[in-house]
């Protein structure tokens, strides 16, 4: 790893740094030879469920220290994405999500609408439904959400995903992620999600904007490569796939894209930072 033409990291989570709430081995000494080195890096993951504040605090108790800048989620780039390209008067959303995608929502202005309220043309009743539907991982997903948001899908709401990202690890093995509420929505509707998080390069971009670094000199780190790694090509930066998530090494046969470096977990990343910074 060419370590004197990186200028920040962009890190995924789930699968780099822990499985579920386990942590994975070496996080506190990696995160500690960052701060020695100085490498500014923002955790980007697509996982919208939690808060900025909840990522914080569960950081805190692996041991880890951040900041609210180094965190960034796909449900936070799906918001800022939405206050860009939204009309102001068009900003009732239905969720299906968690308090990661439902509060920087209501932060930003926007009013979220409950189960069955829809907009009912022929009866005269156009100021209830939503104007978008968003859709992350929610995990008390139920039919009337389901619904709900395939009622007003089909009255004209704009839908969006955060992430597509079809299995999410755990502690416990892979578990279905939001990309199967996204095929559920899309089978009902026939309409395709616009979807914001990795592999399309609004995520990175986002991250870009905090570090202040060019893509060229910042290096994405993640474990699944139709995202993470797809998702760096697409935005036009260095990859390290680590072997700890998702993908194995030998799915990159299946794939027309390479991450730059492979490795097998962040113990392996943190060799490489202190025989650059010459530390014990």
Known sequence: MDLETIDGFIIDMDGVLWHGNVAIDGLVDFFAVLRDLAIPFVLATNNASLTQQQYIDKLAKMGVAVIADEILTSSMATVSYLVKHQAKDKRRVFVIGEDGLRQPLIEQGFTLTELYQ????????????????????????????????TLNIKAGAQFYATNADTTLP????????????????????GIKAISIGKPEPILYQQALETLATQAE??????????????????????SVLVLTGVSSEKDIEDVDYQPTWIMNDIRAITDELKQFGDIK
Not at 128 to 135: C, E, H, K, R, Y
Not at 170 to 189: F, R, Y
């Open 118 to 149: 829809v907009n009912q043309t022929e009866k005269g009743i156009t100021d209830q439904g939503a104007d978008i539907v968003v859709s992350g991982l929610d995990r008390k997903l139920t039919w009337d959400k389901l619904a709900t948001a």
């Open 170 to 189: 755990t502690e416990l093995g892979e578990v279905m992620g939001n990309g199967g509420t996204i095929a559920a929505l899309e089978a009902a509707t």
């Open 217 to 238: 000199n910042t290096v994405a780190i993640g474990d699944r490569l139709n995202t993470d790694i797809l998702g760096a090509v697409n935005a036009g930066m260095r």
